[in-house]
């Protein structure tokens, strides 16, 4: 099965800092997917098809990478950003998920 | 608007069997997949399987089969997880998520294996 291996495991921004963190894939996938979860709730789909945002997600963010490397971006981070996220793979089964970034606030 | 109402949490004891449901509204729930995806406490998701109430098809991760039966029921618009043979490394959140797009999710479920 792919392997995804984010980071970093934990890292914290402050207000209006830009955030990158990186996905990589132990093979090559054609997407990647990326969630973003709080404490006690459930996954939320946040990018799509590496680089699409869902619904409701703020224009700040971006996704972007192709093959084995794929990056989620914040171009200034806002306190409602902290949270952990997670990306995910499903271009070959197993669908697999990374151990997640934790985003905290500074 | 789509939602996933999932059961509530259990507490059984070792070497049981418990059934999760996930009950879908607000969309045909016979046109998309149900996917379920495990949690544990402080880690990271893996994915379970999944089943197509349209036809009852369904896909397993290796890890689990014989671990988990995915079924469906379309008279209800309910999918379920039964887990069988319990250990205390079962205990998670389980949640259901909708398609391969997991574009909605339910509130998950806790499940607790506990003497």
């Known amino acids: 099965q792919i392997v995804l291996t984010q980071s970093p495991a934990i890292m914290s921004a402050s207000p209006g800092e830009k955030v990158t963190m990186t996905c990589s894939a132990s093979?090559?996938?054609?997407?990647m997917h990326w969630y973003q979860q709080k404490s006690g709730t459930s996954p939320k789909r946040w990018i799509y098809?590496?680089?699409k945002l869902a619904s409701g997600v703020p224009a700040r963010f971006s996704g972007s990478g192709s093959g084995t490397s794929y990056s989620l971006t914040i171009s200034s981070m806002e306190a409602e950003d902290a949270a952990t996220y997670y990306c995910?793979?499903?271009?070959?089964?197993?669908?697999?998920f990374g151990a997640g970034t934790k985003l905290e606030l500074k | 608007q789509v939602q996933l109402q999932q059961s509530g949490p259990e507490l059984v004891k070792p070497g049981a069997l418990v059934k999760i449901s996930c009950k879908a509204s607000?969309?045909?729930?016979?046109?998309?997949?149900i996917n379920w995806v495990k949690q544990r406490p402080g880690q990271g998701l893996e994915w379970i399987g999944w089943?197509?109430?349209?036809?009852?098809?369904?896909k397993y991760n290796e890890k689990f089969k014989g671990k988990a039966t995915l079924t469906a029921d379309k008279s209800s618009s309910t999918a379920y997880m039964q887990l069988s043979s319990l250990t205390s490394e079962n205990s998670a959140v389980y949640f259901c998520?909708?398609?391969?797009?997991?574009?909605?999710w339910g509130q998950g479920t806790t499940l607790t294996v506990s003497s």
């Open positions: 093979s090559s996938v054609s997407y």
């Open positions: 089943i197509y109430p349209g036809d009852g098809s369904t």
């Open positions: 998520a909708r398609s391969g797009d997991y574009d909605y």
């Open positions: 098809d590496t680089s």
């Open positions: 607000g969309y045909t729930f016979t046109s998309y997949d």
């Open positions: 995910q793979q499903w271009s070959s089964n197993p669908p697999t």
